[in-house]
């Protein structure tokens, strides 16, 4: 079976003090929350799991494949087909339109066709009335709606996801945890999300505390 495993994880930024993480596992068709407070290392161990940092002791395996051991183009690979990413700052490609960005995700996999994969995702974060506006046309809500369909366009095994919920409204958050946890039915995407937003914790029973 398809899993995720995290062993003796350590990293350090320059002159900061060392973040260890204690070791876990996860397997394909079960989500986790990373859970803790501003500072306790989210971020930090979800860059490491998508291969943005690397560590100074310790590995990151996609069943039994070190993601640290990758050259480049092997990694751009991996990710383009196995993970879809959700930001706390969004990374768009500007100068084209949010239909453009989610085919362009596809392409990274490999997947040229799937529009109507495309039209679905659209509609579930209610962002089919923006399909023709650029990025920076989007206000901060919108975003991360659309970030999140763009995590999901290649139809990933994981999902990385960084507070992804911090500028939505309780209504559509109770739309995203049902994207969620159809996704992971319908399309076996695991998740895998740091937050600090309690309004997730209910929605979880895989917690992993920083
Ligand atoms: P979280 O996402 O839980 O808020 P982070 O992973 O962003 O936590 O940060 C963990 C720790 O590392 C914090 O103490 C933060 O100040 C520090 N840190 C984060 N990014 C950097 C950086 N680029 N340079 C130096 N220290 C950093
Ligand atoms: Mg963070």
Redesign the pocket.
């Known amino acids: 079976m398809e899993h995720i495993n995290v062993k003796s994880l350590v990293f350090e930024?320059?002159?900061?003090?060392e973040?260890s993480f204690a070791d876990f596992s996860l397997n394909a068709g079960e989500n986790l929350l990373i859970s803790?407070?501003?500072?306790?290392?989210?971020?930090?161990?979800?860059?490491l799991m998508a291969g943005l940092l690397t560590p100074e002791k310790g590995s990151v395996c996609y069943t039994g494949k070190d993601i640290s051991i990758m050259d480049p183009g092997e990694l751009d690979r991996f990710r383009g087909e196995h993970i879809g990413m959700i930001f706390?700052k969004h990374y768009f490609i500007n100068g084209i339109s949010v239909l453009e960005n989610l085919k362009a995700a596809r392409r990274f996999a490999g997947n040229k066709n799937g529009h109507a994969w495309l039209t679905t995702l659209m509609e579930q974060l209610e962002i089919t009335h923006l399909t023709h506006k650029k990025p920076h046309q989007l206000s901060e809500g919108e975003q991360q709606r659309f970030s999140i369909a763009r995590a999901l366009a290649n139809e990933p095994g994981w999902v990385l996801a960084?507070?992804p919920t911090s500028s939505i409204d309780d209504r559509r958050c109770e739309q995203f945890v049902k994207l969620i946890n159809q996704s992971l039915s319908d399309k076996k995407t695991s998740w895998i999300i740091?937050t600090?937003d309690q309004r997730l914790k209910q929605y979880f029973n895989n917690i992993y505390p920083?």
């Open positions: 930024y320059p002159g900061e003090k973040l803790g407070n501003s500072g306790s290392g989210k971020t930090t161990l979800l860059h706390q960084d507070e740091a600090h920083l």
